[in-house]
């Protein structure tokens, strides 16, 4: 014979419920609110303020007058046209050959697997290592590739060191360096796709163009689209390899909207308005990333 439990054993317990799920989100919780809530909110607060770190005057609250301040700067103005030119260019000739890279390494041929060992070696490599080497190459009177070009029957190039070549030569060396990357997501994406369709294709005789156009291409969106928010995100935070091989020169031309804020921050000690810099920046790279990923979400829809 069963016997019910208490109606106030009952009720303790009904009590007791609500806590546990909350006890077990807490550390997670307060981690995050350390970690990511604390710091934003603060800088928030700095970008409505006017701390100079070099003045004697103690911060003051002005509000949304940075925000203003920014919105009429025309040199950020000027180094986000760079940043968004970078990046456009950047990604759009990684995922490019990236995907073209990828169809070649998911064909079987010999020696396949150190060919893509070989080809992922400059996305482990440090960014501010290969931009050193890249500094030494583009050297217009010792550099290695200045000596190929005259070797070809071509003019030599000023690289880096002109404001015309240098967003060029930036684009060059973050292509060279994390287009393996788009081609590790696509085979990836590659390995995942079904059989059944290229066969169907084959039999209908389609061509290999008609084939990567209606069948590849369309299926490999939703993998695509991961490489391309990665690297949207990645190169619209671009800094060290900038940094390292121009310094954002000659002049400002190489100048990005990071470099800027930099400057701001450790040269003119301008916190406020670096932290108004920083909030614009975070808005930009999440407006962009939401469109990202709805933009993946329409293809996986018609796929």
């Not at 928030?44 to 911060?59: A, E, F, K």
């Not at 260019?89 to 169809?103: K, P």
Request: charged share 10%; aromatic share 10%.
């Amino acid at each position: 014979m069963t016997t019910s439990p208490l109606p106030g054993t009952a009720v303790r317990r009904a009590k007791r419920r609500p806590a546990a799920p909350i006890l077990f989100v807490l550390p997670a919780l307060l981690l995050t609110v350390i970690v990511i809530a604390f710091p934003l909110g603060y800088t928030l607060y700095q970008s409505m303020t006017n701390w100079v770190i070099t003045s004697p005057n103690p911060p003051k609250f002005i509000g949304l007058a940075n925000y203003a301040e920014l919105l009429r700067d025309q040199r950020a103005m000027q180094s986000l046209v760079r940043t968004l030119l970078i990046t456009v260019c950047s990604v759009s000739l990684q995922m490019v050959l990236g995907v073209a890279m990828a169809l070649v390494m998911n064909k079987h041929f010999f020696g396949r697997g150190l060919f893509r060992t070989l080809a992922l070696f400059p996305v482990v490599a440090t960014p501010v290592a290969i931009s050193l080497i890249f500094v030494t190459m583009m050297n217009p009177q010792t550099g290695v590739l200045n000596h190929f070009l005259t070797s070809l029957g071509l003019s030599a190039q000023q690289w880096i060191y002109a404001e015309k070549s240098v967003l060029p030569a930036l684009i060059l060396v973050d292509t060279w360096q994390w287009t393996p990357f788009v081609m590790l997501i696509a085979l990836a994406g590659l390995a995942t796709l079904p059989s059944e369709p290229y066969e169907a294709a084959k039999i209908d005789g389609a061509t290999a163009w008609q084939t990567f156009w209606g069948i590849t291409l369309p299926m490999l969106m939703p993998s695509l689209f991961v490489a391309l928010l990665f690297r949207a995100i990645d190169t619209l935070k671009l800094f060290d390899t900038i940094y390292a091989m121009t310094q954002g020169g000659p002049g400002t031309a190489s100048e990005t909207i990071n470099l800027y804020l930099y400057t701001l921050s450790f040269n003119y000690f301008r916190m406020g308005y670096a932290s108004s810099m920083v909030i614009a920046l975070l808005v930009l790279v999440l407006g962009i990333t939401l469109l990202l990923i709805r933009a993946r979400k329409l293809a996986e829809d018609r796929s």
